[in-house]
């Protein structure tokens, strides 16, 4: 059994016949299971970086195992994204994918990784300096001073 089908497609659930793995197991304990289910997926990452795969593809990868820890750690919400966003069995098939089909990167690629980093950096930045502008407002406020 393969390192990618042990996280994510090992049991099956009979009555809906949906399958999950040990990942979503993992997610169930707050913290500690996202963080091991984030490490075991980057073994298959590391793998990507040591056959030497397009940067491109590593940071697709890097982007699916990203979404999975972060949407995990949210109480009971990531709990269910983890029993539906297979991280691993993803990254294996865009790693099956590229070696069936090897092509330079495309500008969809390109989009992702700009949508991604507008994502994870950008709106965060935003996001904060509204909040502490927000914060300081309201400081100026209580005193009188606005």
């Known amino acids: 059994m393969t390192l990618s089908k042990v996280m994510d497609n090992a ?4 009555i809906i016949n949906k399958r999950f793995g040990l990942d979503a197991i993992l997610g169930l304990i707050p913290y500690v299971g996202d963080l091991a289910g984030a490490t075991v997926g980057s073994y298959i990452i590391r793998q990507a970086l040591r056959y030497n795969m397009p940067k491109r593809l590593v940071l697709r ?5 990203a979404i999975d820890s972060c949407v995990g750690v949210i109480p009971f919400v990531g709990d269910l994204f983890d029993f539906g966003f297979k991280a691993n069995a993803r990254n294996i ?9 090897p092509k330079k ?24 300096a509204v909040v502490v502008t927000g914060i300081i407002l309201g400081i100026l406020a209580a005193v009188g001073k606005l």
């Open 105 to 128: 990167g495309s500008r969809a690629d390109t989009c992702f990784l700009c949508s991604l980093f507008f994502l994870m950096v950008v709106l965060p930045v935003i996001l904060m």
């Open 11 to 14: 049991i099956t659930v009979p």
């Open 93 to 101: 098939k865009l790693l099956q994918e590229h070696l069936e089909h």
């Open 61 to 65: 990868m890097l982007a699916n195992l």
